[in-house]
């Protein structure tokens, strides 16, 4: 029995130690940012400039594309609403490329790299808090959204699909901007390829207007365009209906419509860009181990 007792004993210390390190990292991060609040600021702060300007600037043509495009009854502000979570998901994965930039350069890459830590739990603490920053950025700009007039047509059970769309789509380019990280060790570079890919990402998709309002040459990226499909699993939860027009799907009826085709597509992302993350990670770790 004793015997069986010391045999138990490693394997739950080692499944605790793996969660503790999780954490110890969670918290790391989460203090990090805690600590430099004008990064989340500026990140919140983009975000509702986009939602302000957008809703004041084309409030009034919006209505009339969505009412030539099929959308009669949908006020502009909960069409765009989408487009300024998407945003700031971009912007929070881009950060997490930038933190790791910052370990790499600082040598505390090298460091954790070779403590008892395993590297998995290391990254995975890592994300977590990136991950849970995201979902306060989401819940702070529905909020003022709904204070503005918005409305979440499949309630609180929704709001919370919403977040976890968000979480999906966050996490490819969190593993891009983590990867792109990695292989330049450059702040300035990581940067500029974010910033590269951000706005025409988002100009080039459903994210302001309807895919089908559209001119055609916009509509054919749109069609491969990964922002197109987070933008509108996040509509289609807030409007409650499908609202996917670069992909014709009539098998689910209703929002699924929408939601089952763009989580394929993201969650397809998210384990391609993921596993070259991965793998990237594992070499550098590899290369600062020996």
């Excluded at 069986?4 to 130690?17: F, K, T």
């Excluded at 969190?174 to 910033?195: C, K, Y």
């Excluded at 025409?200 to 895919?211: I, K, R």
Aim: hydrophobic share 55%; net charge negative.
């Amino acid at each position: 029995m004793s015997s069986a007792g010391v045999d138990a004993g490693p394997s739950r210390s080692a499944g605790n130690a793996f969660v503790g390190d999780i954490w110890v990292n969670f918290k790391r991060w989460t203090r990090k940012a805690i600590r430099n609040p004008t990064v989340v600021f500026l990140e919140l702060f983009m975000a509702v400039f986009s939602l302000l300007m957008f809703t004041a600037v084309f409030g009034d043509v919006g209505t009339l594309a969505l009412e030539r495009a099929g959308f009669e009854g949908v006020g502009y502000l909960s069409f765009v609403l989408p487009a300024a979570v998407v945003q700031v998901s971009m912007s929070s994965s881009l950060s997490s490329g930038l933190g790791l930039v910052e370990d790499l350069q600082t040598g505390m890459f090298e460091k954790v790299t070779v403590s008892p830590m395993r590297w998995t739990a290391v990254f995975a603490g890592k994300a977590a808090a990136e991950l849970f920053r995201l979902v306060c950025y989401v819940l702070v700009i529905f909020g003022l959204g709904l204070a503005m007039g918005a409305t979440v047509e499949t309630g609180l059970v929704g709001l919370f699909g919403i977040a976890l769309v968000c979480v999906l789509f966050a996490l490819w380019y969190m593993a891009l901007s983590n990867a792109v990280a990695v292989a330049t060790r450059d702040e300035e570079t990581l940067d500029a390829v974010g910033n590269l890919l951000l706005f025409p990402l988002l100009f080039l998709s459903s994210a302001f207007l309807p895919a089908s309002s559209l001119p055609e040459s916009v509509q054919v990226v749109a069609t491969v365009n990964p922002v197109t499909y987070g933008v509108d699993a996040i509509r289609a939860l807030v409007l409650g209906r499908d609202v996917l027009t670069v992909v014709e799907v009539t098998a689910f009826g209703g929002v699924y419509d929408t939601l089952v085709p763009a989580l394929a597509v993201l969650c397809a992302l998210d384990v391609v860009f993921g596993a070259v993350s991965v793998w990237l990670m594992g070499r550098a770790t590899g290369s600062a181990v020996a």
